[in-house]
């Protein structure tokens, strides 16, 4: 059986709505550059999907990076304007980003339609990353665990054990993104517990492959403590991830 300690860490860079074709391309190639022959972590890349075939084609066989989307729709197909599906998605991306805050908060994304599109990243043979986390005022009222219990739950209670094993955890509490105030390890350290405590819950077992991230402004200088947190598997790093030096720094403080 594989230990906690055995859990490659994932460091992730979400790009959200930055960079064009010509600066994405120049932003990989500086991390091609940045990264050690053999990181110590998984290290993954969610460009906009207009990014996507400039991105994957650099990356070409080079083991070192892979490649995700931060969003889908729930249908394969179909008449939904402005929408991208996991069939479209599924040449290029190992992975997809769903339920992040910005989608949930400024599109209105509510914990089912989160499941429906963890649902199709599954079904379309991906790898879903579940982001979730409490409000500033969740966290005041010290709601912080019933919502966590809540999103996780909802993301993957009735799943089977093989869905499980495939899904990653992106704790980001929304008071922490963007915000230049992490968490403390402490505190992700607790969050992770909760949420690995709902992964065992929804597999029936221990799921020793399902990791469990934070996110919320994750730098160079916080990067060690809060990926060695206990219970931490990596992080998904949002502004700092368009720096290829400081995203380089921040996966080697994944090994440090
Ligand atoms: C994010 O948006 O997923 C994120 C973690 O952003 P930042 O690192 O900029 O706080």
Same mark, same amino acid.
């Given at each position: 059986m594989m230990t906690p300690e055995m859990r490659r860490p994932l460091v992730a860079g979400n790009w959200k709505m930055h960079e064009g074709v010509a600066e994405a391309e120049a932003l990989v190639h500086s @991390? @091609? #550059? &940045? @990264?050690? #022959?053999t990181p110590a972590a998984e290290v993954l890349v969610l460009p906009p999907f207009t990014a996507l075939e400039t991105v994957h084609? @650099?990356? &070409?066989s080079d083991t070192r990076l892979r490649l995700g989307a931060q969003n889908c729709h729930w249908e394969t197909a179909g008449a939904f304007t402005g929408e991208i599906s996991t069939t479209m998605l599924e040449p290029w991306c190992a992975y997809v980003l769903v339920g992040h805050s910005e989608r949930r908060q400024l599109f209105g994304e509510t914990d089912e339609i989160v499941r429906r599109k963890l649902d199709a990243v599954l079904a379309a043979g991906m790898r879903p990353i579940l982001a979730l986390g409490e409000t500033g005022a969740e966290r005041e009222r010290g709601q912080t665990q019933a919502v966590l219990l809540r999103q996780a739950r909802s993301g993957l209670v009735g799943l089977s054990v093989d869905q499980v094993s495939r899904c990653t955890i992106a704790y980001e509490p929304i008071w922490a993104i963007g915000t230049g105030v992490a968490a403390t390890p402490a505190d992700a350290s607790e969050a992770a517990a909760v949420l690995r405590s709902v992964v065992d819950e929804a597999a029936g077992r221990e799921q020793p492959t399902v990791r469990i991230l934070y996110g919320g402004s994750v730098t160079a200088a916080s990067a060690a403590s809060l990926l060695h947190a206990p219970g931490v598997d990596g992080a998904l790093v949002g502004g700092a991830s368009l720096r290829a030096a400081e995203f380089c720094a921040i996966v080697a403080g994944a090994g440090a």
């Open positions: @991390l @091609l #550059a &940045g @990264l050690p #022959a084609r @650099l990356i &070409g």
